[in-house]
């Protein structure tokens, strides 16, 4: 069974930094590409990033491109999101997402709110 586990999440004020984990088991992960979404209250999930699965290569939604890295260790079946100069617009719930078997897996996610 798949499983994702978000973690790190909290409550940060603008210029700060946080940095999210989700933990994989129940597939190969280091075969697959990561990724990143979001979801702000009262809108749709927005892609943040992505990263393939030997950590060779990484992809930014424009809004996060140059603050936001994803990294994975393949040893630990982590993949990572390190967030810095966060914004107030960077408020939501953040998951995981990966895509198995032609299927869609994401985490239940871990909050992120940007205030001061």
């Known amino acids: 069974e798949v499983q994702l586990v978000e973690s790190g999440g909290g409550f940060v004020q603008p210029g700060g930094s946080l940095k999210l984990s989700c933990a994989a088991s129940?597939?190969?992960?280091?075969?697959?590409?990561m990724n990143w979404v979001r979801q702000a209250p009262g809108k749709r999930f927005e892609w943040v990033a992505t990263?393939?699965?030997?950590?060779?290569?990484?992809s930014y939604a424009d809004a996060v491109k140059g603050r936001f890295t994803i990294t994975r260790d393949n040893a630990k079946n982590t993949v990572y999101l390190q967030m810095n100069s966060l914004k107030p617009d960077d408020t939501a719930i953040y998951y995981c997402?990966?895509?198995?078997?032609?299927?869609?897996?994401r985490g239940k996610g871990t909050q992120v709110t940007v205030s001061s």
């Open positions: 997402k990966c895509w198995y078997n032609a299927s869609e897996y």
């Open positions: 129940g597939f190969t992960f280091g075969t697959y590409a």
């Open positions: 990263i393939n699965s030997a950590g060779t290569s990484t």
